[in-house]
Structures are given as structure tokens and as C-alpha cells.
């Protein structure tokens, strides 16, 4: 039994350092199907959409043991580009309830917002939700208002570059990697060993300049005084009273406040059409419900790491609590 037991922890240890795949699951799951609008409330000339941005924000298709779903940016910038085509559309609610996610990830959708709001002149309200949080805050930046819920947590305005490390495991079951290279930092944030002091501060300083960027943001977006920035700048959270003391939300309501919120400042009347995009319809939808359709019939392909809130090493605009996917 033992040897059973360091016989799988070699084979998974080695799938996972080769970046292979651990197993797969053949499921067959249904195919991906186009985009509906479905009206939540209203009848009223205009419409308000609203867009949930959950979870952690991707770019690359999210897999796990049942499903292949796309990732979050790809599936929002769908339904940007559907909600272009509609000139009803006057105002966009994100609503938000993400702690972040990789840094180009973040970037991107960031600007698929500020080029959607350029060429369409619609209103864009975040409401966010349990979570805004980093790349979650990020995204929300391009909004003529943000609403924070009265227990939303935000801030982390920074950077983490997450390296996993594999040194002292493969000690313990005597696995050793040899490595042939052209340079001496082409390894560098190697898993197989451990940092030098040079390779810690090329990180550091490209850990750093990210920070700045996402902090030049904010700066443009909510005028922050340097004193202000300085204090966010530290990457720690805050509830909602805070976060609106320091400027970074403009105030604190409830989903249905930014609803209504999104069509004042659209100039809607209050019985405007309130929309989303499905590609399946829910009974007793609402504003509330988050809804997405696996897609693909072919093999979940797995791996230890597609198992993990974050896949993979990388710099992220991400707060890092407990956390689902989902």
C-alpha cells in the first residue's frame, strides 16, 4: 500500500510538472448555442442590459470535472458585440462579483468596455456585489457610476505573481529535473528550483510596473489625490463605507438601486426594458441569476493545476481569500 501511494504521487507530480494531463473525463456536454435576449422587466421604450462578470477573469476556456465553459472575457465581449448591434441599448449594468483574475485578462475586458462605451455612447454602471475585488475592480474602472453593495468588499488595487514551487516534494520522493539552457535567466521562476536574489528582484520590479499601471488607472478614472493612491496602494481590502470615503465607489445600494441608476443616467423612463443575454432560457429568471451554457461535446481535459481557482503560474490582479470559481 505504500509503495501504491508513492507510486501516484510520482505520476501525478510528474503530469503535473511536464505540464501534461493528469486524466481525462470523457463527458459530452451540450453544444453552444447563440445568444437570446430575454426581458427581465419592463416594457417601456430603451433598454438597460446587464452583464455579470463572476468568478475569476480568463481568457483561456475554463474546465472542470463536468464541463468546458468559455472563459469570462471571450463570453462577456459576445455579448458587448450583440449589445453594439442594438441601438435600444442605452445603458450597461455589470454586475460584479469577481476577486480578480490575470492581469491581461483584466486589461483586455477592461478595454473592450472603454472601446464599447466610445463607440456606442451608452451608460455603463458596475453594481458590485459580495466581490469586486483587483482585476474585479479593474474591469469596473470604465463606469460612469459604481455602486457598491452595503457588505461588497473591494480594493486590492495590486499585483501577485504566483509561482508554485515543487523543490521540497520532489526531495522527499527523489525525483531531480536536468536542464540545458541558453541563458542564464531562461529558467527563470523555474518550479524545479528555487529563485536567485537577481531573478527575485526581475520579478519584483515587473511585479511593480503592472501595479503602476493598474494605480495610473485609477488615477485617471476616479481623480484620486496622490495621498489617496498611496493609501490604496498598500493592495488591502475595504468594505463599502470605506471604499466610498476614499473615492472609489460613488455610492452604496442594492442591484435593483444601479438598475434604476443605469436608466437615470441614460435618460430612460423608469419602465424601460431591463434585458440580459442567455443562451438558455431559466424559469424564474431574474436580474439576479448568473447564467451560462457549457459547450463542446468533446473530453474535459484535465490537469491538478485546471483543478485550482488559478491555473497556472502568472501575474494577476487578484485577491486570493478561499474561493469557488464560480
Given at each position: 500500500?505504500?509503495?501504491?501511494?508513492?507510486?501516484l504521487v510520482?505520476?501525478?507530480?510528474?503530469?503535473?510538472?511536464?505540464?501534461?494531463t493528469?486524466?481525462?473525463?470523457?463527458?459530452?456536454?451540450t453544444?453552444?448555442?447563440?445568444?437570446k435576449?430575454?426581458?427581465?422587466?419592463?416594457?417601456?421604450?430603451?433598454?438597460?442590459?446587464v452583464?455579470?462578470?463572476?468568478?475569476?477573469?480568463?481568457?483561456?476556456?475554463?474546465?472542470?470535472?463536468?464541463?468546458?465553459?468559455?472563459?469570462?472575457?471571450?463570453?462577456?465581449?459576445?455579448?458587448?458585440?450583440?449589445?453594439?448591434?442594438?441601438?435600444?441599448?442605452?445603458?450597461?449594468?455589470?454586475k460584479?462579483?469577481?476577486?480578480?483574475?490575470?492581469?491581461?485578462?483584466?486589461d483586455?475586458?477592461?478595454?473592450?468596455?472603454?472601446?464599447?462605451?466610445q463607440?456606442?455612447?451608452?451608460?455603463?454602471?458596475?453594481?458590485?456585489?459580495?466581490?469586486?475585488?483587483?482585476g474585479?475592480?479593474?474591469?469596473?474602472?470604465?463606469?460612469?457610476?459604481?455602486?457598491?453593495?452595503?457588505t461588497?468588499?473591494?480594493?486590492?488595487?495590486?499585483?501577485?505573481?504566483?509561482?508554485?514551487?515543487?523543490?521540497?516534494?520532489?526531495?522527499?520522493?527523489?525525483?531531480?529535473?536536468?536542464?540545458?539552457?541558453?541563458?542564464?535567466?531562461?529558467?527563470?521562476?523555474?518550479p524545479?528550483?528555487?529563485?536567485?536574489?537577481?531573478?527575485?528582484?526581475i520579478?519584483?520590479?515587473?511585479?511593480?510596473?503592472?501595479?503602476?499601471?493598474?494605480?495610473?488607472?485609477?488615477?485617471?478614472?476616479?481623480?484620486m489625490?496622490?495621498?489617496?493612491?498611496?493609501?490604496?496602494?498598500?493592495?488591502?481590502?475595504?468594505?463599502?463605507?470605506?471604499a466610498?470615503?476614499?473615492?472609489?465607489?460613488?455610492g452604496?445600494?442594492?442591484?435593483?438601486?444601479?438598475?434604476?441608476?443605469?436608466?437615470?443616467?441614460?435618460?430612460?423612463?423608469?419602465?424601460?426594458?431591463?434585458?440580459?443575454?442567455?443562451?438558455?432560457?431559466?424559469?424564474?429568471?431574474?436580474?439576479?441569476?448568473?447564467?451560462?451554457?457549457s459547450?463542446?461535446?468533446?473530453?474535459?481535459?484535465?490537469?491538478?493545476?485546471?483543478?485550482?481557482?488559478?491555473g497556472?503560474?502568472?501575474?494577476?490582479?487578484?485577491?486570493?481569500?478561499?474561493?469557488?470559481?464560480?
Amino acid at each position: 500500500m505504500h509503495r501504491v501511494f508513492h507510486f501516484l504521487v510520482i505520476l501525478l507530480t510528474t503530469s503535473v510538472l511536464a505540464g501534461c494531463t493528469a486524466f481525462n473525463v470523457n463527458i459530452l456536454t451540450t453544444e453552444r448555442k447563440a445568444l437570446k435576449e430575454i426581458t427581465l422587466e419592463g416594457s417601456g421604450p430603451g433598454k438597460v442590459l446587464v452583464i455579470p462578470i463572476f468568478g475569476t477573469i480568463t481568457l483561456a476556456d475554463r474546465k472542470d470535472l463536468i464541463s468546458r465553459r468559455p472563459g469570462r472575457v471571450p463570453e462577456i465581449v459576445a455579448q458587448l458585440s450583440k449589445a453594439e448591434k442594438d441601438k435600444q441599448i442605452k445603458a450597461v449594468l455589470f454586475k460584479i462579483d469577481s476577486p480578480g483574475g490575470t492581469v491581461t485578462a483584466s486589461d483586455t475586458l477592461y478595454q473592450e468596455i472603454m472601446r464599447f462605451k466610445q463607440r456606442t455612447g451608452a451608460k455603463i454602471v458596475t453594481a458590485m456585489m459580495g466581490v469586486a475585488t483587483s482585476g474585479g475592480y479593474y474591469v469596473s474602472l470604465p463606469a460612469d457610476f459604481i455602486m457598491a453593495h452595503p457588505t461588497t468588499v473591494t480594493g486590492s488595487v495590486g499585483v501577485v505573481f504566483l509561482q508554485p514551487k515543487t523543490v521540497e516534494l520532489m526531495k522527499k520522493i527523489g525525483l531531480q529535473m536536468e536542464v540545458s539552457k541558453s541563458g542564464s535567466e531562461k529558467d527563470m521562476g523555474s518550479p524545479f528550483r528555487r529563485n536567485t536574489d537577481e531573478e527575485r528582484r526581475i520579478f519584483q520590479n515587473l511585479t511593480e510596473t503592472l501595479a503602476d499601471r493598474f494605480l495610473q488607472l485609477v488615477a485617471q478614472h476616479r481623480h484620486m489625490e496622490n495621498k489617496t493612491l498611496d493609501q490604496i496602494s498598500s493592495a488591502r481590502i475595504y468594505l463599502a463605507d470605506e471604499a466610498l470615503d476614499l473615492g472609489m465607489v460613488d455610492g452604496i445600494g442594492y442591484l435593483p438601486d444601479a438598475v434604476s441608476k443605469a436608466k437615470q443616467l441614460a435618460g430612460l423612463s423608469p419602465d424601460s426594458r431591463v434585458v440580459v443575454y442567455r443562451r438558455r432560457k431559466n424559469p424564474n429568471d431574474s436580474v439576479y441569476i448568473n447564467a451560462e451554457t457549457s459547450y463542446g461535446a468533446k473530453p474535459a481535459n484535465l490537469s491538478f493545476f485546471s483543478l485550482l481557482p488559478v491555473g497556472r503560474a502568472g501575474f494577476y490582479y487578484l485577491w486570493l481569500p478561499p474561493m469557488n470559481d464560480d
